[in-house]
DNA sequence: ACTAAGATTGAGATATAATCTCAATGGAGA
DNA sequence: TCTCCATTGAGATTATATCTCAATCTTAGT
């Protein structure tokens, strides 16, 4: 078992939950991608690879790794909503090709901190945000692709 | 009939179409509201005032009205799509209340240009954007509301 | 005014994504 | 072992949006 499965196998058990077969089989199916995956595409990988965790038990068991902190969920717009691992990751937003469909990441800390300024003027106590960058991706602009 | 129906008439024979009642009544009906509506408000809204526009009419000219450029489609995230109509409207991006679900509007030019930067460091060719911001407003925060 | 061609409409079917229900299962502690 | 309660899967349900298609309008040509 990773490293990531085991925290999220303490964060299990701290809760009082169990660390059932079918959570561990979902959490490394997350854990061993290195792509953003939505819910049903996961579902799909796992029934391929002989899992029996049923749709309810993908669902539940992403909402607990989301709350665990190990994994963020990103609505990408247009009803794309998907999962990425946090471990090693900093805060990033995403560019999302209207034509392949590829998400790529950036990193603009002053935007984050323009955020914030924003959010004071306005009274506004924020938590999160979500931003998302629509257009072409290098690959569907130079026709290489 | 105010300016902007009559710029959405306008539009909308241009392109060979015809200015329908339906049509006409689903325009003045989005023109009419100040706040971000989604479509099914809409329809509902149109219904109760005994508009026979149905559910497809009301979708369909929301996406004729996006294309002419006078409403704006605006995901905020969480499953909820809204239209605003743009007339007077600077380009903003939302604050989004997780409490009282209320929607501020912000405008914060240097976040625009330092998309642009990262759009160019990526090689991305960049065709509009969405940024929420979530958290609490003023008055789920002070406790007045 | 008549007609043909094509635009528009509404009702309801369909698609899609996610959540919910509930009976059956199974683990953990007394 | 027994009881309690967490967990599960199948399928029902919900919510949102789009699609289908026959009926109805509009318009242009005559």
Not at 35 to 62: C, F, I, P, Q, W
Not at 121 to 141: D, E, M
Request: overall charge negative; some cysteine.
């Amino acid at each position: 078992m990773n490293s990531e499965s085991l925290q999220f196998k303490n964060y299990i058990e701290s809760k009082g939950l169990l660390f059932t077969p079918e959570r561990q089989c979902v959490a490394e199916e997350v854990f061993a991608s290195h792509n953003h995956m939505d819910a049903e595409e996961l579902l799909k990988h796992l029934k391929s690879k002989g899992s029996k965790a049923s749709r309810a038990t993908v669902y539940r068991t992403l909402d607990l790794l989301v709350e665990s902190g190990l994994v963020k969920k990103i609505d990408l717009g247009e009803g794309r909503l998907v999962y990425e691992h946090t471990a090693g990751h900093p805060h990033h937003d995403h560019l999302v090709c209207l034509k392949c469909g590829s998400v790529q990441e950036f990193e603009e800390p002053l935007i984050e901190q323009l955020q914030e300024w924003a959010c004071e003027k306005a009274n506004f106590k924020p938590t999160g945000h979500s931003l998302n960058i629509y257009g072409y991706c290098r690959g569907c602009t130079t026709g290489k692709r």
